[in-house]
């Protein structure tokens, strides 16, 4: 198993496993036959080890993401930051044209100061809650997912780990190439 605690590594770990990932998105989906609710709590609970290891502050790399914004995030940024709503939307924000909601306007962030958040406190649902492994629903969220082990050096391990745990379950005898368009 290839676990990092060390964020600089992450892009060429990730690279190396992406295929792989891939391939087991399609096992959880298709063949793992673990009930979703026994799969959140090995994640929960991989996901809870996993993040006391690695300082946040030493990384900021979900900064450079696009976390998405709604009425809601932008009133508490404006509150922190002393100006209107429509201040934060004219200064930091512009549509998503993908998900048609509002996104931060650079990458990474322009509210992130010397990889620290200015306004933590205030910051969006999105990035409180990445990367969203400690959610209920794993099953339904492998797309992204495999993408945040990208990002994110607790999302790759925690599938690294995953995976472990998956092999009395037949994720070794898994051998197909299916993967991402499945
Ligand atoms: S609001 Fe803060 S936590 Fe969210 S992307 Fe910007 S700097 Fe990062
Ligand atoms: S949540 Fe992940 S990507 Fe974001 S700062 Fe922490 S370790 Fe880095």
Same mark, same amino acid.
């Given at each position: 198993m290839i676990c990092s605690c060390d964020v600089a590594s992450i892009d060429r770990l990730a690279d190396r496993k992406q295929d792989e990932n891939w391939r087991f998105r399609a096992f959880l989906k298709e063949?793992?036959? #673990? *009930?979703d609710a026994e799969v959140d709590r090995m994640v929960h609970e991989l996901y809870g080890q996993e993040a006391a290891k690695i300082d946040c502050t030493s990384c900021?790399?979900?900064?450079s993401t696009a976390p998405l914004l709604d009425d809601e995030d932008v009133g508490r940024l404006a509150g922190s930051l002393g100006i209107t709503s429509d201040e934060v939307t004219s200064r930091y924000l512009k549509m998503d044209d993908d998900w048609g909601e509002l996104t931060f306007n650079q990458k990474p962030c322009p509210l992130l100061k010397d990889d620290l958040c200015t306004c933590y406190a205030a910051r969006p649902h999105d990035c409180w809650s990445? *990367?969203? #492994?400690?959610?209920?629903?794993f099953r339904h969220r492998l797309i992204s997912a495999v993408n945040n082990a990208s990002v994110c050096p607790v999302v790759f391990n925690v599938l690294e780990r995953l995976k472990d745990e998956m092999r009395p379950h037949g994720w070794n005898r898994h051998t197909s190439g299916r993967g991402r368009n499945r």
């Amino acid at each position: 198993m290839i676990c990092s605690c060390d964020v600089a590594s992450i892009d060429r770990l990730a690279d190396r496993k992406q295929d792989e990932n891939w391939r087991f998105r399609a096992f959880l989906k298709e063949e793992c036959d #673990l *009930p979703d609710a026994e799969v959140d709590r090995m994640v929960h609970e991989l996901y809870g080890q996993e993040a006391a290891k690695i300082d946040c502050t030493s990384c900021a790399r979900c900064c450079s993401t696009a976390p998405l914004l709604d009425d809601e995030d932008v009133g508490r940024l404006a509150g922190s930051l002393g100006i209107t709503s429509d201040e934060v939307t004219s200064r930091y924000l512009k549509m998503d044209d993908d998900w048609g909601e509002l996104t931060f306007n650079q990458k990474p962030c322009p509210l992130l100061k010397d990889d620290l958040c200015t306004c933590y406190a205030a910051r969006p649902h999105d990035c409180w809650s990445y *990367p969203h #492994l400690q959610k209920e629903g794993f099953r339904h969220r492998l797309i992204s997912a495999v993408n945040n082990a990208s990002v994110c050096p607790v999302v790759f391990n925690v599938l690294e780990r995953l995976k472990d745990e998956m092999r009395p379950h037949g994720w070794n005898r898994h051998t197909s190439g299916r993967g991402r368009n499945r």
